[in-house]
């Protein structure tokens, strides 16, 4: 296994990346994402540690610095959920392609880019399959916000009284109506219809309820056999995936991946142009 | 087709022509591990001192890597060449959690001081670190006898630091709704690193060794030599030195050092060296996430410039 690290140019600016090659020849390629504010390494060396494992298993991995991250330049400060840096990762993905010698890719982000891994599947035609951890899907704050109100005093107050129950019970029904975000939605059923989906979310994370398993599972109820076969949910134990700030969530995490990423590939090297 | 080794090796240096300088990433052995550095350098004539980088400790190495990143490159555009890197268990480098403790911090920054001295033209090094790469930096002027020291925000007494380290797990834990009596307090941390050597703080391995390494490390006793000249730096709401940063000044002054104070104001000064993300509605009701510290970060580089260039100008008269 070797590692490169590197300035891909992106118009004026460069994207730093590391990308890892496998000794023999790679089955493909792993593209590994992060929130905004990880830099390419993630937290804790979450993805070099993934990297060298899926190195081990013949897949060539690139990680990268999003623009105003890390290594990259640019002055990005900002970042919207409605402009995901789809074009920063497809000429990464494309020059660590070319790099490895592959043509096919999976993908696998926490946050922002599980969006774009998910955009990925649904769009890009060498994406063999997605992994979106902890992925953002609700409408609305409105749980974190019940959540937290349930240990204010005046909870259960308001527990205590039907009179204050009655009066509130407009404003409780509102927030518990969790939907899942209608462009997420869509960006779903596009990619679970061509390529392999996991979801991943552990029994702590405020982004995950049974509300979500239920909606996504309708989703995929209404498809065909096909698809149905191709989407996977894990929730792990062990903390909250937000952060990571658990070693145990750390490794349930890179097991998770580092058992199902290698799944989306051929068994053999698919024709690798590298020697 | 693909990328040969020699190809891709050509990616590893960038110019930028509008700002004068250029990054390679360098993949050294620092303290016996493979790592990856970045060497900024100026593509005009550089100057004859150089700043070598060390980085913080566990997630606040995370937290403060663009920080070091617009130093360098400011840095590097007012001519200095930079080199930071990411010691064992941090970053794109090798080894692990396990391996991270004050011993493998010097050890790296040793070795980076080291590496930047056996560049072209370079004469003179500056350590500079930001909280706890502070400290070390401190220490690395001490031992390797540097000239020039860059502070900002510093950490000098480790004990109280790790305090604040298992503190800031204990506040997590209780954050994240635990009952009273299930939280898992410094006791319980004390505890594991007795008792198993090792403690999860907030998903950072902290072996007893770093712990109790650094818990014995206190900048006004474990600096004596150091007589060069010094930045020491205050980030705060108000702009006014903070007492660690004060005592250090005095402390350098007393061991005969030539010492330089600045403070910085920010709003967003109390998020220097954590996460500083912040979700937020924008103006047109879209959700953003926008990064607090850029002015921050942009004050102190350019206070930092400043210093650099009066050291430069220092130099060149001592020469």
């Known amino acids: 296994m070797s590692e490169h690290a590197v300035f891909v140019p992106y118009g004026k600016e460069h ?96 946050c922002i880019g599980s969006h774009i891994g998910l955009t990925l599947a649904g769009t890009d035609e060498a994406c063999l399959g997605a992994a979106c951890i902890r992925m953002p899907m609700l409408d609305r704050g409105g749980a974190k916000l019940r959540r937290r109100a349930r240990r204010w005093k005046v909870a259960s107050v308001v527990r205590s009284s039907r009179l204050l129950r009655g009066a509130l019970h407009p404003v409780a029904a509102a ?11 869509e960006a779903f059923v596009r990619a679970v219809r061509r390529a392999p989906l996991l979801f991943l979310y552990s029994q702590e994370d405020g982004t995950y309820d049974a509300a979500i398993k239920r909606d996504l599972e309708q989703i995929v109820a209404r498809m065909p056999s096909d698809p149905r076969r191709s989407y996977e949910l894990q929730v792990l134990p062990g903390g909250a995936l937000k952060g990571l700030e658990s070693l145990l969530i750390q490794d349930l995490l890179i097991e998770a991946l580092a058992g199902w990423l290698p799944r989306c590939f051929d068994p053999e090297p698919a024709a690798s142009l590298r020697a | 087709m693909f990328l040969d080794d020699k190809v891709l090796a050509g990616y590893a240096r960038r110019e930028d022509k509008a700002a004068g300088i250029a990054e390679e990433f360098l993949q050294p052995v620092l303290g016996g591990v493979r790592s990856v550095a970045v060497l900024s350098r100026p593509l005009a004539q550089a100057n004859p001192l150089g700043f070598v980088i060390c980085h913080s400790f566990g997630i606040e190495q995370i937290h403060l890597g663009r920080h070091e990143v617009t130093v360098a490159r400011a840095l590097t555009a007012a001519g200095f060449p930079v080199l930071r890197y990411q010691g064992a268990g941090y970053g794109d480098s090798e080894g692990d959690m396990r391996d991270v403790g004050l011993a493998s911090h010097l050890a790296e920054a040793r070795d980076a001081v080291a590496l930047l001295a056996a560049q072209d033209g370079v004469e003179e090094i500056a350590a500079y670190g930001a909280r706890f790469g502070a400290l070390v930096a401190a220490l690395t002027a001490e031992r390797e006898g540097l000239a020039r020291l860059a502070v900002w925000d510093p950490i000098v007494n480790g004990a109280s630091f790790m305090r604040g380290f298992l503190r800031a797990h204990v506040f997590f ?27 999860d703080v907030k998903g950072f391995r902290l072996s007893r060794q770093a712990y109790e390494e650094i818990g014995e490390t206190d900048l006004s006793k474990d600096l004596v030599n150091f007589k060069g000249a010094a930045l020491v730096g205050s980030v705060t709401k108000q702009g006014r030195p903070t007492p660690a940063a004060k005592s250090l000044s005095a402390h350098l002054r007393g061991i005969g050092a030539r010492v330089v104070e600045e403070s910085v104001a920010d709003p967003w000064a109390a998020e220097f060296g954590h996460y500083h993300y912040h979700a937020r509605i924008g103006h047109d009701g879209a959700q953003e996430k926008a990064d607090t510290q850029v002015e921050l970060t942009d004050k102190i580089a350019g206070r930092t410039v400043t210093w650099g260039g009066n050291e430069h100008e220092s130099l060149r008269e001592e020469a």
């Open chain 2, 173 to 199: 834990e209780m954050s994240e709704s635990k009952g009273e009596g299930e939280v898992s307090g410094v006791e319980q941390l004390l505890q594991d690193l007795e008792a198993q050597g090792w403690a």
């Open chain 1, 175 to 185: 927030t518990r109506e969790r939907t899942i975000r209608p462009e997420v939605r």
């Open chain 1, 15 to 110: 994207i730093a990346a590391v990308v890892t090659i496998p000794e023999r020849s790679p089955r493909g390629l792993v593209v590994l994402l992060c929130g905004i504010g990880a830099p390419r390494s993630h937290r804790f060396q979450l993805w070099p540690r993934l990297a060298r494992r899926l190195a081990s298993e013949g897949l060539a991995v690139v990680r990268m610095d999003y623009l105003g991250i890390g290594d990259s330049t640019g002055a990005t400060t900002t970042w919207r959920y409605e402009d995901l840096p789809l074009e920063e990762v497809r000429t990464v993905t494309r020059f660590a392609m070319e790099a490895a010698g592959v043509d096919r890719f999976a993908v696998a982000g926490n």
